[in-house]
Every structure is written in C-alpha cells, then in structure tokens.
C-alpha cells in the first residue's frame, strides 16, 4: 500500500509539472505579437507557481486549505491546466490531463484520506 502511496504522489507531482508546461505552452503558442507570446508564456506559469506556492504546495503551503477549500484549489490548478492544454492543443489532451487529475485524487483520497499531499494529521502521534 505504501508504494501505491508513493507511485501516486509521484505521479500528482508529474501532474503538478504538467500544469506549468501547460500554461506555458498556452502562453507561447497564442495567436498575438510576439511580445504577449512571450510575456504570456512567462508570466502565466509564475502566477500559477505563486498560486500553488501560497496554497497548496506540498506539505508546507504557506496558507494551507482543506476540505472544499483544497478541491476548488485543485479544480482550478489542475483545471486551468487542462484548459490550457485543451487550447494550445486539442481537447483531446486537455480531456485526458483532466481525467488523470481526478483519478489521481481519487486515490489521493482513499490512500490518504485527503487531498493534501502529505496529510501528517492522519497519521499517530510518538508514543
């Protein structure tokens, strides 16, 4: 069960990767100046970077949330992503990133108990 656990939160971090290519792809492939291709592909994935920093990375966000708190963040982070994808590619891929997404926080959920990557309030204290 444990390598289960680990092979899945491998994978959130492949899809956490995933996000930030995506909205960087998104950014350079628009159809505007070079300028917003560029700013645009910068400045997206550091927002994104930010947003997940402050609330969600890891096991230590600066403003941790949980509950639907958390799966509005995810909905956002990992559905902004697959939006991306959706745009600078084909529906298709955004679909597939989406799908992966959910089924990786449905074992996030049944393995942990929550969505939080490393949810240390589940597990004993020292005895």
Request: net charge neutral; no cysteine.
């Amino acid at each position: 069960m444990q390598s289960l656990k680990g092979a899945n939160l491998f994978v959130t971090f492949l899809l956490e990767l995933g996000v930030i290519a995506a909205v960087a792809v998104w950014g350079f492939t628009l159809e505007a100046s070079l300028l917003v291709r560029v700013v645009a592909g910068l400045a997206t994935p550091a927002l994104f970077v930010i947003m997940w920093a402050l609330f969600g990375a890891g096991s230590s966000p600066r403003f941790p949330l949980r509950g639907t708190w958390r799966l509005a963040l995810e909905l956002i982070w990992f559905g902004g992503g697959a939006l991306a994808w959706s745009t600078a590619t084909t529906p298709l891929v955004g679909l597939i990133f989406f799908a992966l997404w959910a089924i990786n926080a449905l074992l996030r959920l049944r393995l942990q108990g929550s969505l939080l990557l490393d949810d240390d309030s589940q597990a004993p204290g020292p005895v």
